[in-house]
């Protein structure tokens, strides 16, 4: 890690377990208690808006009372490290909660969008949400009813910032995967992709992730333990 100058960190739910956000595959997460039909894709919006909303706002009003843990503190400070000698750090995030922005990363790119955020499906405008969504919000933008949804991809959709990412990737002499399964597509591919370019491949997890082969190193713990003994 040391003498790595452009890294790219895959970050996954279990980053934030410590901080209290659920994750989704554990025993007892989030689609052990929702189905995904039901409320994670287009078509469950489109049968349902009130249920899906009910489940995001549920998750949004939850973020109020979390705070970032150890492990976001430690990769915002390698970030400004990295910087400070030349480097660069991309953070790719699959969480839709804000806990690495609110522990002072930057350069972020949130795949999963973000729940603190509501899309138009109309004119696509994207705008800041803390509030309760319901399937009559209107639009601040183009002022259209029953098309303000939570940004965020539902399975079936494409992710966001794929090309910069791919751009990050292609300049990174590292590559580091933390608290995610691997069970999440396209995310879930880039160690496959990082290997093809010859670089160290790094996960970080409380226990192996699916593509746990695919890395040439592996540390195992608690997120907020593991990530700052790893930046140091
Ligand atoms: C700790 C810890 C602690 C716990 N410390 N660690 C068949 C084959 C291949 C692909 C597909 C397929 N069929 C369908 C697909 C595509 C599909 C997909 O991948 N499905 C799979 C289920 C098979 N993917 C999609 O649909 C995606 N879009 C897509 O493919 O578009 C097509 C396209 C792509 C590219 C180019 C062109 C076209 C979209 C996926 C959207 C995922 N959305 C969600 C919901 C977001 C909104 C919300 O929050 O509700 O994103 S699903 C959910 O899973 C969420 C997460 O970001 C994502 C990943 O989960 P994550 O973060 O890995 O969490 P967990 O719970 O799975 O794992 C937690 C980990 O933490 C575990 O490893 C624990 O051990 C660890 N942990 N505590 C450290 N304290």
Not at 50 to 78: D, Q
Not at 118 to 125: E, I, K, M, Y
Not at 151 to 176: Q, R
């Amino acid at each position: 890690m040391q003498s790595a100058k452009n890294i790219v960190i895959l970050t996954g739910a279990g980053v934030s377990a410590d901080s209290g956000v659920a994750t989704f595959r554990d025993a007892g997460g989030i689609w052990a208690q929702y189905s995904i039909e039901e409320v994670a894709t287009p078509d469950a919006f489109s049968r349902d808006p009130e249920k899906v909303h009910g489940f995001y706002n549920m998750r949004r009003a939850g973020l109020a009372g979390v705070e970032p843990n150890a492990a976001h503190f430690a990769l915002a400070r390698l970030e400004r490290e990295l910087a400070a000698r030349g480097g660069r750090l991309t953070l790719v995030s699959q969480n839709v909660d804000d806990l690495h922005r609110r522990a002072g990363s930057e350069n972020i790119l949130a795949m999963h969008g973000a729940l603190a955020e509501a899309l138009c499906q109309f004119c696509r405008h994207v705008v800041p949400w803390t509030e309760d969504l319901s399937a009559e919000t209107q639009c601040p933008d183009c002022g259209s009813a029953r098309g303000m949804r939570p940004n965020v991809v539902w399975f079936g959709e494409v992710p966001h910032h794929l090309d910069a990412i791919a751009m990050a990737l292609a300049e990174a002499d590292m590559f580091v995967a933390i608290g995610t399964s691997g069970a999440v597509y396209p995310a879930a591919g880039l160690v496959a992709e990082a290997r093809s370019l010859h670089i160290p491949c790094v996960e970080l997890n409380l226990e192996p992730s699916d593509n746990a082969r695919l890395f040439t190193d592996r540390r195992y713990g608690k997120a907020s333990e593991v990530v700052p003994e790893w930046v140091e």
